[in-house]
């Protein structure tokens, strides 16, 4: 039985930490080592972390990666290893068109997987298909790879891409199966959405089927900014079944024993000329690193393999590795969140101490006269149950003192939103100041339905670091809350009456959401549709909903793209989030839509 016992690397990188993740990726090929493998697959871009975005346009930085690549070529004594890197060069075959943006004095660069052998850079494989939407921005930096290599290791054929070149039926994949290839090493930085994790797996098993090819699919995990990746790495056998999968949000050091020899046999059956050996294609390198030699004595690998997580599961434990990364990777030690008794500032204090801890979470109550009993009961029994830090500063006075300032100025003038609104921004001073006094992260707690539409306050409870539930719509964010007080080991953390009241920013007497917004189980569908899917207003109203409800609702959307562009990032979590997936003009005479 011929086997082949390769080790995948669900890394977390830290974009543009060269020395760190350097140092990462030789501690992991110690272990590599120590377990005998042929060889060791690290996901794309491990040594710059991805992306690194306008990093790449610095020629000193792309000078340091090259020097942390050849670090990392030295450490490889005795192994075979793919690298995720950025090569730099002159790319072989037909000059492709040039990226959007280039480094002054630089050459062409590539998003490439650099395998090496025994200390040997074998060679550097640029990816070929370069995604330029959504989040990804790649042909703004990196040129299309233009050869594709089958390199055998230890009598095994493999074929080496990265991420988007699996996606296409056509595409790498294809011609290395074709050239030979009984294993393809994929390697990726694939961030997280709602729904992606199966459709991952559903593609990677078609891919391996139509191709006969054992498949692995090696993810890091992390987050960066606005994305979390998930990690999740797979191994799939020729016939597409899972046979191994990696921890999702966890780093990961995967084993397996692949048999290749099944490959070999399986394909004795089907048309020979399909897998002919040393068919004639012009643009493959086959490079021979070892022939088969004697097998090894290993011991064998039983691998323990953690089950998917539900849908639901997953959303939470992206958010809380966003946060935990965020906050981490950019040096802050605490957060704090200005709890209101609602179910966003709940769910968002529930997430910040399971990513953090209760130490590093306080929270601060700050009662206006509109505060309810309610409210101030619940963010008691909350933050007990939380066991964290807080404090109350009533802005009764502060508000009073605005109105009294105001006053001469607002003569003849009725209230309305304005002293609603000044209430929240005395909220987002209050919060500020703790931050620069205490060197705090402010959490902002708006949830995606109320960023839509913008019913939130610019400069006022907008006001903050990082957006933790921004993607989140309401409705979700009530699903969040029950699932959070199903995985409590006691007693729920987040107060029943929180979650079951309606919703209600308290800054006027009585006042519910449902006063300026359609109900939330209306109002999240007509935003996935508009937002997410590009629907226009008839193709909504046709799917059910009140044309003038429709009409409103866009109508907000649009008007609020100044007040969003100015909110913080937060986690991306669904198919199309607001900022990098979205961008749309603030100056838009549109009215098509």
């Not at 500063?393 to 605005?402: G, N, Q």
């Not at 309305?416 to 705090?440: C, H, P, V, W």
């Not at 919703?503 to 007509?526: F, M, N, R, W």
């Not at 969003?564 to 997936?581: L, N, S, V, Y």
Request: glycine share 8%.
């Amino acid at each position: 039985m011929r086997r082949f016992r390769i080790a995948m690397v669900q890394m977390n990188s830290i974009v543009g930490d060269l020395p760190g993740n350097r140092q990462r990726i030789t501690g992991w090929l110690r272990e590599a080592r120590k377990a005998k493998v042929d060889l060791v697959v690290f996901p794309e871009l491990a040594i710059t972390g991805y992306p690194p975005e306008d990093l790449l346009l610095n020629p000193k930085f792309l000078s340091d990666t090259k020097r942390a690549l050849r670090e990392v070529v030295k450490h490889c004594r005795g192994l075979a290893a793919v690298v995720g890197c950025v090569s730099e060069g002159e790319v072989p075959g037909t000059r492709p068109a040039p990226p959007l943006a280039v480094a002054v004095g630089a050459q062409e660069i590539c998003n490439a997987a650099a395998v090496i052998a025994d200390r040997r850079l074998v060679i550097s494989y640029g990816k070929r298909y370069l995604p330029n939407y959504g989040v990804f921005d790649e042909r703004r930096y990196f040129h299309p790879g233009r050869r594709i290599p089958v390199i055998v290791l230890n009598g095994t054929p493999v074929g080496v891409n990265i991420c988007e070149d699996i996606w296409f039926p056509d595409g790498p994949t294809r011609t290395q199966a074709m050239a030979g290839a009984e294993v393809i090493v994929n390697i990726n930085a694939s961030p997280f959405h709602v729904g992606k994790t199966k459709l991952r797996e559903q593609m990677l098993a078609t891919r391996a089927r139509e191709n006969g090819v054992i498949v692995t699919y090696t993810n890091t995990i992390g987050g960066q900014d606005e994305l979390v990746f998930d990690g999740n790495s797979l191994v799939l056998d020729q016939g597409g079944e899972v046979i191994l999968r990696g921890k999702a949000f966890e780093e990961d050091f995967l084993i397996a024993d692949l048999d290749v020899g099944a490959v070999a046999r399986a394909r004795m059956g089907q048309v020979r000329r399909k897998w002919a050996a040393g068919r004639s294609m012009t643009d493959v390198d086959r490079i021979v690193v070892s022939g088969l030699s004697a097998a090894r004595k290993r011991a064998p690998i039983v691998p323990a393999e953690p089950a998917p997580l539900d849908p639901l599961e997953e959303v939470y434990q992206a958010l809380i590795l966003g946060v935990r990364d965020y906050v981490r990777k950019n040096g802050f030690g605490q957060v704090v969140i200005g709890l209101s008794g609602g179910v966003d500032s709940a769910l968002t204090a529930a997430i910040a101490v399971d990513a953090l801890g209760p130490k590093n979470v306080v929270g601060v109550f700050m009662p206006s006269p509109y505060t309810s009993r309610d409210s101030r009961e619940d963010v008691a029994e909350l933050a007990e149950r939380l066991a964290i830090r807080t404090c109350t500063i009533p802005i009764t006075r502060m508000f009073r003192s605005y109105l009294s300032s105001l006053a001469a100025s607002f003569v003849g003038r009725r209230p309305d939103t304005t002293e609603e609104n000044l209430q929240a921004r005395i909220r987002g001073n209050l919060l500020m100041a703790l931050s620069n006094k205490f060197g705090y992260l402010v959490l902002t707690t708006g949830n995606k339905s109320e960023m839509s539409v913008g019913y939130a306050t610019l400069y006022g409870d907008m006001a903050g670091g990082f957006a933790v539930i921004k993607d989140v719509p309401k409705t979700m964010v009530y699903d969040l809350a029950r699932l959070r007080n199903r995985r409590a080991s006691a007693d729920a953390v987040i107060p029943k009456r929180t979650i079951e009241r309606a919703p209600t920013a308290e800054l006027a007497p009585g006042q519910k959401d449902e006063d300026s917004l359609p109900p939330y189980a209306v109002l999240d569908p007509i935003l996935k549709a508009y937002v997410e899917e590009d629907k226009s207003a008839e193709e909504i109203t046709a799917m059910g909903f009140e044309p003038d409800t429709v009409r409103r609702v866009i109508r907000l959307v649009d008007g609020s793209e100044y007040k969003r562009r100015q909110a913080p990032i937060g986690i991306k979590i669904t198919h199309r989030a607001f900022g990098k997936d979205r961008r749309m003009p603030i100056t838009n005479g549109y009215r098509g839509r």
